[in-house]
């Protein structure tokens, strides 16, 4: 699976969108762009996955660049419960096929 | 549905006590695994499983074992636990990954510490 490359940390004041960039310059024609985000110690809770299309369900919307080798996640009207540490992951298929977590960004939404 | 379910939520341990971290979903998915998150890190793979008396290791099995003798339950055994299995363990399953779509749903999380 490719590596991904995300920023440590970001600062969003509530009520504004949040664009979390993620590098994936080696990603693979078959593999999916992921993205999940875990809140404070929670357990990882799934957001959105493209392929190379543009992708927006009722949590956030992913734009995915033309190469695939990068993409953004916004979040359209960021709120103080959005303040959580987001991973992006670039998966195939398979039976071996796992989700590899790096250290993500942490998101820190302000009043 | 409750989704995944794990017990304990936190736990301490001695060295040297052995202890089963329980795990249960009701989506009647046929994958499940188990990570571990050390403080300020990603989460790495244990364990996985692909259904009912199939296991597999993961990046770091070192010091765990596991079983699946149900659809349902995925439960992870520490034998000989040590400071450095301190950590938060989580479960999680998903219907199959071999579909490229397929997502994994994660429980709360079991927080132990060895002392």
């Known amino acids: 699976d490719a590596k991904t490359t995300q920023p440590p940390s970001m600062d969003c004041a509530e009520g504004r969108a949040a664009n979390l960039p993620c590098n994936h310059s080696?990603?693979?024609?078959?593999?999916?762009v992921y993205w999940y985000r875990q809140i404070h110690s929670q357990g990882p809770q799934y957001i959105i996955h493209?392929?190379?299309n543009n992708e927006t369900n009722e949590m956030a919307s992913l734009i995915i660049t033309e190469d695939r080798k990068s993409s953004t996640l916004i979040l359209p009207h960021a709120t103080l419960r959005d303040t959580a540490v987001y991973y992006c992951i670039v998966k195939s298929s398979g039976t071996a096929s796992k989700l590899t977590f790096g250290t993500g960004t942490r998101l820190q939404v302000t009043l | 549905n409750a989704g995944v379910t794990q017990t304990p939520k936190f736990r301490i341990l001695k060295i040297g006590q052995s202890m089963t971290l329980q795990c249960t979903q009701d989506m009647n998915h046929n994958y499940m695994y188990w990570y571990r998150q050390d403080p300020g890190m990603g989460l790495k793979l244990i364990y996985y499983s692909v259904g009912a008396g199939i296991t597999d290791k993961g990046e770091v099995p070192n010091g765990y074992n596991v079983s699946r003798s149900t659809t349902e339950d995925f439960p992870l055994r520490l034998e000989l636990a040590a400071p450095s299995q301190t950590s938060v363990y989580f479960c999680?399953?998903?219907?199959?990954?071999?579909?490229?779509?397929?997502?994994?749903?994660f429980g709360p999380g079991t927080r132990l510490t060895v002392l």
């Open positions: 999680a399953s998903s219907y199959d990954p071999t579909v490229r779509t397929d997502t994994q749903y």
């Open positions: 080696t990603i693979s024609g078959n593999e999916y």
């Open positions: 493209g392929l190379k």
